[in-house]
């Protein structure tokens, strides 16, 4: 028993060592902070036990808490992602048969380092991503907030998202979809299983649902039909779900409200 805690200290000791020698002890250091201050507390998303959101004691937390991802990321980690899922995303798109029009407007939500950007400009699509932290020189993805979009109403063919779990208010995002798309448009979604579905949210997720079917329904009620749902298993295993917004949403959701 004694070895073993003295190899269990050994290992932690020679990890931090490490991380010193290769100037990494900062970036953990940060992370250690991180997770003491978010921690994982999660509360009942409103009446409806289907979804839960991470707590935190401000919008500000949140966002702090968003932005940090990108630099806790292994640059070969997320070249190797840039470039595999570009590829499987480019196919998925094709495969849908939605966006065979050139010149599609395309606006990413939460793309991060604009991979899922590049993927609808493979196909002929005028693109572009917003993320709260899109890090530097980034070409593809510019500084933005998805519960505050900053273009224009009715201007965008296609809002696609991979980072609904990732919401902070699910309403107001909902809302800023509605929008920003023209009537007609398309909203595609790919979700990550859920709890129910032997998938638990990872540290950085703030928004979560037992069901992808669950989600389905809620997005539904801002006046979104499904018309297509294609199941994935790169990066993450979940389903690709496509939404026609019907040509009265902004109008039912105005009367909502």
């Not at 290769?22 to 201050?37: M, T």
């Not at 991503?129 to 224009?152: E, K, M, S």
């Not at 939404?243 to 902004?250: G, L, T």
Request: charged share 30%; hydrophobic share 40%.
């Amino acid at each position: 028993m004694l070895i073993r805690i003295v190899d269990t200290f050994v290992q932690k000791i020679t990890s931090i060592l490490s991380m010193i020698k290769n100037g990494k002890i900062y970036k953990y250091l940060d992370e250690k902070i991180l997770e003491l201050k978010f921690g994982e507390s999660w509360g009942q998303y409103v009446s409806d036990c289907s979804f839960s959101k991470r707590k935190y004691n401000s919008y500000e937390d949140y966002r702090r808490h968003q932005c940090a991802k990108l630099n806790r990321i292994d640059s070969a980690e997320l070249s190797e992602y840039d470039i595999r899922y570009r590829e499987v995303l480019r196919e998925r798109l094709i495969k849908t048969g939605l966006l065979h029009h050139k010149g599609l407007s395309v606006l990413c939500l939460g793309a991060r380092i604009g991979t899922e950007v590049k993927s609808f400009i493979d196909i002929g699509c005028f693109a572009v991503g917003i993320d709260l932290n899109p890090g530097r020189d980034n070409r593809y993805t510019v500084y933005g907030d998805f519960h505050n979009v900053q273009f224009a109403d009715s201007s965008i063919d296609v809002v696609f998202t991979n980072s609904l779990d990732h919401v902070f208010d699910i309403k107001q995002v909902m809302s800023e979809v509605t929008r920003v798309l023209k009537p007609g448009g398309l909203f595609m979604v790919e979700a990550i299983k859920g709890s129910e579905e032997d998938i638990l949210p990872d540290f950085y997720a703030s928004f979560w649902w037992g069901r992808i079917d669950y989600l389905v329904r809620l997005i539904e009620t801002w006046q979104f039909e499904l018309v297509q749902k294609l199941p994935y298993d790169i990066p993450w295993s979940g389903e690709q779900l496509c939404f026609k917004m019907k040509r009265e949403s902004r109008i039912a959701i105005e009367i909502k409200e």
